[in-house]
């Protein structure tokens, strides 16, 4: 794997989830593997440069990208919710989030939004993809293994509850000392989404602790 480089880091002013404002640190690389701009966010106590490379073992959220639910509140997964819950607590814990290109499991937006005419006919997230001539999760975290190394990040405690991306990183030589799980949001909107997580992919459908309630996300993030 090549390595990659800091493009440019800038302090970012940002609203989190609750409306509370703190600054980050925002990372741009090049030398990525697929040529894409993803970046990097670092938070709390690992918002200044100084600190990019401090003491202890980071807590670490890869986050792939989902305009319909992190941007557009979109109920039919729980992609807006869990960004919200790791912005919390990375900015609360000190942290990075690393923000992907990967939009509907690296198929991209507008065949994301075919998968979902799919699921609609009776097709589960999974196999929506495949009939579309797509892998059922194509996402490939060497880019986030690049971006960690970048930083001085060789060890990490990872914010999810999806099993593959601790076995990436780890084949790519990032070691998960810690996998910390995130709050499982469910809803009657995405409950058959969930339930094809945990069956496909081991991800859990039981909620780990309450679904916080979604005005909270959209009257701090949507414009009216």
């Known amino acids: ?45 690992r918002s200044e440069p100084a600190a990019a490379c401090g003491p202890g073992v980071p807590l670490v959220r890869v986050h792939s990208e989902c305009l319909t639910g992190d941007v557009l509140g979109s109920r ?44 609609d006919d009776g097709l589960d997230t999974f196999d929506a993809n495949v009939a579309l001539g ?28 999806n099993p593959d991306k601790t076995s990436q990183l780890t084949r790519l030589g990032i070691g998960v000392v810690e996998q910390v799980p995130m709050t499982v949001h469910l809803t009657p909107s995405n409950r058959a989404y969930l339930a094809a997580k945990q069956a496909r992919s081991g991800e859990p459908i039981r909620p780990v602790r309450p679904t916080r309630a979604p005005a909270r996300r959209g009257s701090a993030r949507r414009p009216s």
Do not use: W
């Open 1 to 45: 794997m090549r390595q990659a480089t800091i493009r440019t880091h800038v302090r970012l002013p940002v609203r989190l989830p609750g409306g509370q404002v703190t600054t980050a640190r925002l990372f741009t690389f090049d030398g990525l593997a697929d040529g894409r701009e993803h970046i990097v966010l670092g938070l709390g106590d």
């Open 76 to 119: 039919r997964c729980d992609c807006g919710p869990q960004l919200d819950d790791s912005l919390d607590r990375l900015a609360s814990e000190g942290g990075y989030l690393l923000y992907l290109r990967q939009e509907g499991r690296g198929i991209g937006l507008y065949a994301k939004i075919d998968a979902y005419a799919l699921q």
């Open 134 to 161: 797509y892998p059922a999760d194509g996402r490939d975290y060497a880019v986030a293994a690049q971006m960690l190394q970048a930083l001085g990040i060789g060890e990490v405690r990872l914010l999810t509850n």
